[in-house]
């Protein structure tokens, strides 16, 4: 057994080094708050989940993921994998979006109330997603955040909501969009040329767009958020909408709820789509993301 019961994942890569300066801070929190801890940093893509197995096998009762959605998600997908119903995972921000969080309340100024939590044993238990073999905690989206995703990645000067915004903005002049016919729980398939397609487990996602409004972490469900294609200036509108989670009903704005969703597109061999700001690619023109119910402790303030 560990000396500690709590292992700390670092990514200091995270919100382009943000990481590995608040990881400094955040470990001395923890332990004034939980007493001491354990911890490794990620030196490489794909290193996070070999920490995290180890340690899982190791026999720790507590995970923290210090960095944004893609650590947090990695975290919480070698969890539910190791089918360890005992361990409860600790989210502290250090990305660029942190949107899982958001749905939480766990901000950068909360990072005391989740060391708080974590000392009181306070949780909830959240649904979290799976597509293929991977489980998620937030995210599942295709088209145009593909574009932003890719559009960020070659912008160095901006950081956090201010980036998303920029690149998303811009890509309302380029992204071409994509045929999709989405269909839940095995029903007729709805099929339009849309901008994007986000299949939400929590309600943010983008650095600040409240994509899901009414989605619940705990309702062992989904929500498909289709937004259609149009025309530039019509698409900043929409965004305008989605930005303070006022788009529900408007034209061109599909919202259903589901616990499968199959996703096919037309006309390619593969989709790129994105899980909790991953990209990746599938092995096929179709996909399915479906929920777990109640399969994830979390530490909530």
């Not at 382009?16 to 911890?39: C, I, K, M, S």
């Not at 989405?182 to 986000?198: K, S």
């Not at 498909?224 to 294609?229: E, G, K, L, Q, Y």
């Not at 092995?283 to 402790?297: I, K, N």
């Amino acid at each position: 057994m560990p000396r500690a019961s709590t292992f700390v994942l670092l990514n200091p890569a995270a919100g382009r080094g943000r990481g590995a300066r608040r990881g400094r801070d955040f470990l001395t929190l923890l332990e004034r708050h939980v007493g001491p801890v354990d911890h490794a940093a990620s030196e490489r893509p794909g290193h996070e989940r070999a920490l995290l197995d180890r340690a899982l096998a190791e026999g720790y009762r507590s995970i923290v993921a210090v960095g944004g959605d893609g650590t947090w998600s990695a975290a919480a997908d070698r969890i539910v994998a190791s089918g360890r119903q005992d361990v409860a995972l600790g989210l502290l921000p250090a990305g660029t979006g942190n949107d899982f969080g958001k749905s939480l309340g766990i901000r950068h100024a909360k990072a005391e109330a989740v060391a708080r939590a974590m000392a009181e044993g306070r949780e909830q238990i959240v649904d979290v997603g799976r597509i293929g073999g991977r489980y998620f905690l937030n995210v599942v989206g295709i088209g145009f955040d593909i574009a932003v995703i890719d559009d960020a990645a070659s912008t160095p000067l901006l950081k956090g909501d201010s980036l998303y915004r920029f690149c998303a903005l811009r890509q309302l002049f380029r992204f071409p969009g994509i045929p999709v016919a989405l269909a839940a729980d095995g029903g007729a398939p709805l099929e339009r040329r849309y901008l994007m397609l986000v299949i939400a487990n929590g309600n943010y996602f983008g650095g600040s767009f409240h994509i899901a409004p009414r989605a619940s972490l705990n309702d062992g469900m989904l929500d498909a958020v289709s937004i259609f294609d149009a025309p530039p200036l019509a698409r900043a509108r929409l965004f305008s909408l989605v930005a303070k989670g006022k788009h529900e009903g408007a034209a061109r704005v599909d919202v259903r709820r589901g616990r499968r969703f199959t996703v096919h597109v037309e006309g390619v061999s593969a989709i790129r789509y994105e899980v909790d700001g991953e990209v990746c690619t599938s092995e096929g023109p179709s996909l399915a993301v479906e929920t777990v119910p109640r399969a994830l402790r979390v530490y909530a303030p």
